[in-house]
């Protein structure tokens, strides 16, 4: 007897117990969301409709840099791109992609379950308009700088870069006139650009596409309509400061000075690279064969120098970007010897070897006067193709 006695209180301990973790099971269970949901409310990682809005004007972090345009066609031609991250939907809930800000009004206790519990916080976010996050994508350059080299290409699109509607890439690309390159193909060309938002308009800078003969044909596969902007300098002054800016770089091997590589045989030698580059009309011929006149806009580089914001404001109008640029961006550095950039509490000059005339070398009157003398029936082609006439002659 005693011994089923003592069998039964055994088995009513067992049964106590399990109740008893069942009902702890059961308490962990609601007690942890709801403790979950407490700690997001109250914390700074917590979604709320005003930092979404905030992405708009958010540049995006390096980890995002993969991104591309959902926009370009995905064929054989355009293989498919690689997506924003997986773990998007939980990036957008901690704040890891919203770059701070202040809050004002948080989500609802049940839309933060939603968010977490369910796992569904990427796509209810998205699923709204009003507070889908910013989509900087990467565009194909709507507008390309195709030279002039040594006409202050480097100077323009530094001025270009300061407009908020612009972007571009840090780097020149040679897409258009490396075979290497271009038969990487669109996708690698676009995934050249920078990220940009819905009103930027991207613009690449390659001042080598300007001579090189097969870049026009495909600048116009790419896209018909492109706009191109050249920049041209006095055709003598910018063979010098070519011969010098390749005398600069290879020191040891330039044995040559600048009178025996322009001349030959008393005569300015054409087939010397940077008196071939200067005779502008010659490639200027092929791009109109390839463009209309429209779609060019020629830029004084001697001027760009002399008066930067009158030169800036002809390309902006080009553009059709909003109207942004004021005399107050620019100033002349007096230590440097030419004009410098200033915005907000900014300012940036060009390098060093910009500028410095002091660089040259000692060229002779009389062969200075020789080259105008080479360039005048070309440059009076040129004239003609651009109907814009420069004050070339008398520099």
């Given at each position: 007897?005693?011994?089923?006695?003592?069998?039964?209180?055994?088995?009513?301990?067992?049964?106590?117990?399990?109740?008893?973790?069942?009902?702890?099971?059961?308490?962990?269970t609601?007690?942890?969301?709801?403790?979950?949901?407490?700690?997001l409310?109250?914390?700074?990682?917590?979604?709320?409709?005003?930092?979404?809005?905030?992405?708009?004007?958010?540049?995006?972090?390096?980890?995002e840099?993969?991104?591309?345009?959902?926009n370009?066609?995905?064929?054989?031609?355009?293989?498919?791109f690689?997506?924003?991250?997986s773990?998007?939907?939980?990036q957008?809930?901690?704040?890891?992609?919203?770059?701070?800000?202040r809050?004002?009004?948080?989500?609802?206790?049940?839309?933060?379950?939603?968010?977490?519990v369910?796992?569904?916080?990427?796509?209810?976010?998205?699923?709204?308009?009003?507070?889908?996050?910013?989509?900087?994508?990467?565009?194909?350059?709507?507008?390309?700088?195709i030279?002039?080299?040594?006409?202050?290409?480097?100077?323009?699109?530094?001025?270009?870069?300061m407009?908020?509607?612009i972007?571009?890439?840090?780097?020149e690309?040679?897409?258009?006139?490396?075979?290497?390159?271009y038969?990487?193909?669109?996708?690698?060309?676009?995934?050249?650009?920078?990220?940009?938002s819905?009103?930027q308009?991207?613009?690449?800078?390659?001042?080598?596409?300007?001579?090189?003969k097969k870049?026009?044909?495909?600048?116009?596969?790419?896209?018909?309509?492109?706009?191109?902007v050249?920049?041209?300098?006095?055709?003598?002054?910018r063979?010098?400061?070519?011969?010098?800016?390749g005398?600069?770089?290879?020191?040891?091997?330039?044995?040559?000075?600048?009178?025996?590589?322009?001349?030959?045989?008393?005569?300015?030698?054409?087939?010397?690279?940077?008196?071939?580059?200067?005779?502008?009309?010659?490639?200027?011929?092929?791009?109109?064969?390839?463009?209309?006149?429209?779609?060019?806009?020629?830029?004084?580089?001697?001027?760009?120098?002399?008066n930067?914001?009158?030169?800036?404001?002809?390309?902006?109008?080009?553009?059709?970007?909003?109207?942004?640029?004021?005399?107050?961006?620019?100033?002349?550095?007096?230590?440097?010897?030419?004009?410098?950039?200033?915005?907000?509490n900014?300012?940036?000059?060009?390098?060093?070897?910009?500028?410095?005339r002091?660089?040259?070398?000692?060229?002779?009157?009389?062969?200075?006067?020789?080259?105008?003398?080479?360039?005048?029936?070309y440059?009076?082609?040129?004239?003609?193709?651009?109907?814009?006439r420069?004050?070339?002659?008398?520099?």
């Amino acid at each position: 007897m005693l011994i089923k006695e003592t069998m039964t209180c055994r088995k009513l301990k067992r049964v106590g117990l399990r109740g008893i973790n069942n009902l702890v099971l059961l308490f962990m269970t609601i007690l942890i969301p709801f403790a979950l949901l407490i700690a997001l409310s109250v914390t700074k990682t917590s979604v709320d409709f005003d930092e979404i809005r905030q992405v708009r004007r958010q540049p995006l972090k390096a980890d995002e840099t993969n991104y591309v345009s959902p926009n370009i066609r995905q064929d054989k031609y355009f293989p498919a791109f690689p997506s924003e991250k997986s773990n998007g939907s939980m990036q957008l809930l901690t704040g890891t992609r919203l770059n701070g800000g202040r809050s004002s009004g948080r989500l609802k206790l049940k839309q933060i379950y939603n968010l977490v519990v369910k796992g569904n916080a990427y796509q209810q976010v998205k699923g709204n308009r009003e507070y889908e996050p910013a989509q900087r994508e990467r565009k194909l350059p709507k507008v390309i700088i195709i030279g002039v080299r040594k006409c202050g290409t480097r100077a323009l699109i530094n001025m270009l870069s300061m407009h908020p509607d612009i972007v571009q890439p840090l780097n020149e690309i040679h897409y258009f006139d490396f075979d290497s390159n271009y038969a990487k193909g669109i996708p690698w060309y676009l995934n050249q650009m920078p990220l940009s938002s819905k009103h930027q308009i991207t613009i690449e800078k390659t001042p080598a596409y300007f001579t090189s003969k097969k870049t026009p044909e495909r600048v116009r596969h790419m896209n018909a309509s492109i706009k191109i902007v050249l920049i041209v300098r006095q055709p003598t002054i910018r063979v010098i400061s070519d011969y010098m800016q390749g005398a600069l770089k290879h020191k040891e091997k330039q044995k040559k000075d600048f009178s025996e590589l322009v001349m030959d045989n008393g005569e300015v030698d054409k087939f010397y690279r940077p008196v071939q580059t200067s005779i502008y009309c010659v490639h200027l011929d092929r791009w109109l064969h390839y463009f209309n006149r429209s779609q060019f806009h020629i830029v004084d580089g001697d001027a760009l120098i002399n008066n930067p914001y009158k030169e800036v404001k002809l390309v902006e109008r080009f553009l059709g970007v909003s109207d942004y640029y004021s005399p107050d961006n620019f100033y002349f550095n007096e230590t440097k010897g030419y004009f410098c950039l200033r915005w907000e509490n900014s300012s940036r000059c060009l390098g060093e070897n910009k500028g410095r005339r002091s660089i040259y070398p000692n060229v002779s009157e009389p062969l200075i006067a020789r080259l105008n003398e080479f360039f005048g029936p070309y440059n009076e082609i040129f004239y003609n193709q651009t109907r814009r006439r420069f004050k070339w002659e008398t520099s």
